[in-house]
């Protein structure tokens, strides 16, 4: 599988982006998927996922209600919809895909065997 994620930038506190991954090589809507980030000097973390055995969505506490994760199965492509973004949003945007990944509120990112390469938000005045 091949992960190609875009969108990212520079935007203002309380602005939108919009991130897009398109998969290859594979049908997207077949495995679990999700959104990852990385903080400058801090860990990766979970952003959101999607279960592949039931389509149920998870988000980290920090994301609900701003967060939005979909896919578009016709183009095999996800996006993360961001709005209200914060300062604190700034990182590193990473997509990602698992065939047997068990997407549940931890959103751990064991078991996702398919990265994008990053896409960085930046959310500053």
């Known amino acids: 599988v091949q992960l190609q994620a875009s969108g990212g930038g520079l935007v203002q506190p309380g602005g939108s982006l919009r991130l897009s991954c398109t998969a290859s090589?594979?049908?997207?809507?077949?495995?679990?998927i999700g959104w990852f980030r990385q903080a400058p000097g801090g860990e990766l973390k979970g952003v959101s996922c999607i279960s592949r055995r039931d389509g149920r969505t998870y988000y980290a506490d920090s994301m609900k209600d701003r967060f939005t994760l979909s896919r578009d199965n016709a183009t095999n492509t996800m996006y993360l919809q961001m709005n209200r973004l914060k300062p604190e949003d700034t990182a590193y945007y990473y997509c990602?895909?698992?065939?047997?990944?068990?997407?549940?509120?931890?959103?751990?990112?064991?078991?996702?065997?398919?990265w994008g390469k990053g896409t960085q938000v930046t959310v500053s005045s």
């Open positions: 090589g594979v049908t997207l809507a077949s495995y679990a």
């Open positions: 990602a895909a698992g065939l047997y990944y068990y997407c549940d509120s931890d959103i751990s990112s064991h078991g996702m065997d398919s």
